[in-house]
Nanobody, 112 residues
Framework: QVQLVESGGGLVQRGDSLSLSCAVSGRTYNNDVVAWFRQAPGKDREYVAAIRWSGGQTDFADSVKGRFTISEDSAKSTVYLQMSRLKPEDTAVYYC?????WGQGTQVTVSS
């Protein structure tokens, strides 16, 4: 069973950068995919980005491509979502997802 714990959310201004972390514990395998999703108030949860564990392949939603990067540190069992040039529309609760398991989420608020 996998456990996911997100951290790093906060309140920032338009154009700022912020890095989120997803600590992964439990049973994981090489080539498993770890993904980030987000959910804004009154909206459906949407895909943001993903990385293949220990493989390095990444993928991004069009809405964040060029502004967000995703990386993993296998030694720390952590996946990072580095967000730059943040916009108010990036405001949401950000969730980590892997092995059919969701983290508890971390709030990101971008003020204009």
């Amino acid at each position: 069973q996998v456990q996911l714990v997100e951290s790093g959310g906060g309140l920032v201004q338009r154009g700022d950068s912020l890095s989120l972390s997803c600590a992964v514990s439990g049973r994981t395998y090489n080539n498993d995919v770890v993904a980030w999703f987000r959910q804004a108030p009154g909206k459906d949860r949407e895909y943001v980005a993903a990385i293949r564990w220990s493989g390095g392949q990444t993928d991004f939603a069009d809405s964040v491509k060029g502004r967000f990067t995703i990386s993993e540190d296998s030694a720390k069992s952590t996946v990072y979502l580095q967000m730059s040039r943040l916009k108010p529309e990036d405001t949401a609760v950000y969730y980590c997802y892997a092995a059919a398991t969701w983290g508890q989420g971390t709030q990101v608020t971008v003020s204009s």
